[in-house]
């Protein structure tokens, strides 16, 4: 998985003249990203001397630097296509969480009314 991530997230060339510190790898980065997303742990308290990973703040930044970039979301798509096609993708368990979802202050409401909301307008017969 990671050799079709790896042009994706890779690092910019380092300046010839005062290229200041090695930065970590994309992919040990990365694994601590994962590891935060799936263990949901603060970035403070990533034990990442236990685990060989860079440190919480680290791998915020580089998520960060990779979702400016638009590099993240890039690598998201190639995820998904990958795991679609070998049929590993189950989106019986989609959430959509109401803060990803842009809602506009006075836009137009829908049109589309539930029979529901019509059936509870009325309370006494």
């Not at 049929?87 to 842009?102: F, P």
Request: proline share 6%; hydrophobic share 40%; with cysteine.
């Amino acid at each position: 998985m990671w050799a079709a991530l790896a042009p994706v997230l890779a690092d910019p060339p380092r300046r010839f003249r005062n290229p200041g510190r090695l930065r970590y790898s994309p992919r040990e980065c990365l694994e601590g990203i994962l590891y935060v997303l799936y263990t949901d742990t603060p970035w403070l308290q990533v034990p990442y001397r236990e685990l060989g990973l860079p440190s919480g703040e680290t791998c915020r930044r580089r998520l960060e630097e990779w979702t400016r970039r638009g590099l993240f979301a890039r690598a998201l798509v190639v995820l998904q296509q990958r795991l679609a096609d070998s049929g590993r993708l189950d989106w019986s368990r989609l959430i959509v969480d109401a803060s990803l979802v842009e809602a506009k202050k006075g836009a137009h409401r829908s049109r589309a009314r539930s029979a529901a909301a019509r059936a509870a307008v009325s309370t006494s017969l």
